[in-house]
């Protein structure tokens, strides 16, 4: 037994009755002959706390993908596993569930690239904050203003726990066009976490609370040469 791949492709949501008739049915690739798909997988990556700062949990969300799946086929079966991994252990959510559950085509990248593993262990995340930048493997990560100022509030604040309320007052003014509430502040670190890629979970969500920066061994704070004015 083994696992085939369907092609990827960007999805939107569109309704199901349309999507039927509209969107071809994917190609399922790499099937050796004599064989034949008797299912799939779907690798969802979300941590506890991640789906608690989206207004969910983990159950939640698996009992309403098998509901959707016994909806769309009735005579589907489901199974649902969680992966776990170490605390602090780091890595995008998605990666760590596929190696955990053995994806071949994930094991076979991680045992290929060990180089590259331990480069990214040596270059990892500068977060520059005389400059006035974020590098993330000797890259440049395109963060907005907004989102560095975000970024730099916690770092200077290492290990804290930020209120949601403590941000918004700290990062926006009344005279601001756009000032976040205490629920739209989670979109905010969200697209900020989602430009430092593999590295997002130096910005740790802290359930009911608000958000923590953890420096781990592959992040370096470059800090100015006078103290900030941000930092008390």
């Known amino acids: 037994m083994s696992i085939a791949h369907l092609?990827?492709?960007p999805s939107t949501?569109?309704?199901l009755r349309s999507r039927v008739a509209a969107e071809p049915t994917p190609r399922i690739r790499a099937v050796p002959d004599g064989t034949e798909a008797r299912g799939f997988v779907l690798y969802v990556g979300i941590d506890e706390d991640k789906a608690a700062a989206d207004g969910t949990d983990l159950g939640r969300i698996v009992e309403q993908l098998k509901a959707l799946a016994a909806q769309i086929a009735p005579s589907s079966e489901t199974y649902a596993a969680v992966a776990?991994?170490?605390r602090g252990a780091?890595?995008?959510d998605v990666e760590v569930v596929r190696l955990a559950l053995q994806d071949p085509a994930a094991l076979a990248k991680h045992r290929q690239a060990p180089?590259?593993?331990q480069d990214r262990a040596r270059d990892g995340v500068v977060v520059d904050l005389s400059r006035k930048r974020v590098l993330l493997d000797n890259q440049a990560a395109n963060l907005t203003y907004k989102e560095f100022e975000l970024l730099q509030y916690l770092v200077l604040r290492e290990g804290r726990t930020i209120e949601r309320a403590?941000?918004?007052s700290s990062l926006w003014s009344a005279g601001d066009e756009e000032v976040p509430n205490e629920r739209t502040i989670d979109v905010h670190v969200r697209r900020l976490r989602s430009k430092l890629g593999d590295y997002e979970d130096i910005v740790r969500t802290v359930r009911g609370v608000g958000y923590r920066f953890d420096r781990h061994a592959d992040v370096s704070v470059?800090?100015?040469s006078t103290p900030s004015p941000d930092l008390f």
């Open 222 to 224: 470059r800090h100015t």
């Open 13 to 15: 949501v569109t309704p």
């Open 166 to 168: 403590e941000l918004i």
């Open 115 to 117: 180089d590259e593993e």
């Open 7 to 9: 092609d990827s492709r």
């Open 90 to 92: 780091g890595g995008r």
């Open 84 to 86: 776990l991994a170490p």
